[in-house]
Antibody, heavy 119, light 108 residues
Framework: QVQLQESGPGLVKPSETLSLTCTVSGGSIGNYYWSWIRQPPGKGLEWLGFLYYTGSTKYNPSLKSRATISVDTSKNQLSLNLNSVTAADTAVYYC?????????????WGQGTLVTVSS | DIQMTQSPSTLSAAVGDRVTITCRASQRINDLLAWYQQKPGKTPKLLIYEASTLESGVPSRFSGSGSGTEFTLTISSLQPDDFATYYCQQYNSFSPSTFGQGTKLEIK
């Protein structure tokens, strides 16, 4: 059974870059679409972007080109970088995966990691 | 963006009740709709995809229906474990993919 584990700093200063890693175990990065999704405290879910294992990416326009998703297949890891953060970027960040070669719904989720943007 | 609107925002019900949550899309989404359940402090769990296909392992008391722009999630007989927040997600477009604002299902 695939498992996803997010990791990264829990506190980021305003205007700096938020950097998170999602480590995939029990399965391969290959042939799947991998997404980052976030949830501000007490609020709903927002899809941020996806990466296909080939390296192609797509992002939510609401991020205004601040996000970059990349992959390190040798480590079975995905990364999310979000620059110029503000308090509005405070959220639990999840990585998620759908079914084999399917871009759509999210079958597997990490447990999420809370990132607080504050000075 | 395709806007997803859920109703109601909060629903109070008792164990054994039949409940229905509605999700409306701002444009047709070709039945590319999923439903998730999220409990406090936990990860969302996929319940239904393609509007009506039950994810493996999900109890059969959950069902999804609808087409075009209006979709429903029905729980036929509420169990204590079902009290949670439910979200719909459209994946017809990833420009961007969008979620509903959530429906909190509370114990009456």
């Amino acid at each position: 059974q695939v498992q996803l584990q997010e990791s990264g700093p829990g506190l980021v200063k305003p205007s700096e870059t938020l950097s998170l890693t999602c480590t995939v175990s029990g399965g391969s990065i290959g042939n799947y679409y991998w997404s980052w999704i976030r949830q501000p405290p007490g609020k709903g879910l927002e899809w941020l972007g996806f990466l296909y294992y080939t390296g192609s990416t797509k992002y939510n326009p609401s991020l205004k080109s601040r996000a970059t998703i990349s992959v390190d297949t040798s480590k079975n890891q995905l990364s999310l970088n979000l620059n110029s953060v503000t308090a509005a970027d405070t959220a639990v960040y999840y990585c998620a995966r759908g079914k084999y070669q399917v871009l759509g719904y999210f079958q597997h989720w990490g447990q999420g990691t809370l990132v607080t943007v504050s000075s | 963006d395709i806007q997803m609107t859920q109703s109601p925002s909060t629903l109070s019900a008792a164990v054994g009740d039949r409940v229905t949550i509605t999700c409306r899309a701002s444009q047709r989404i070709n039945d590319l709709l999923a439903w998730y359940q999220q409990k406090p402090g936990k990860t969302p769990k996929l319940l239904i995809y393609e509007a009506s296909t039950l994810e493996s392992g999900v109890p059969s008391r959950f069902s999804g229906s609808g087409s075009g722009t209006e979709f429903t999630l029905t729980i036929s007989s509420l169990q204590p474990d079902d009290f949670a927040t439910y979200y719909c997600q459209q994946y017809n477009s990833f420009s961007p993919s969008t979620f509903g604002q959530g429906t909190k299902l509370e114990i009456k």
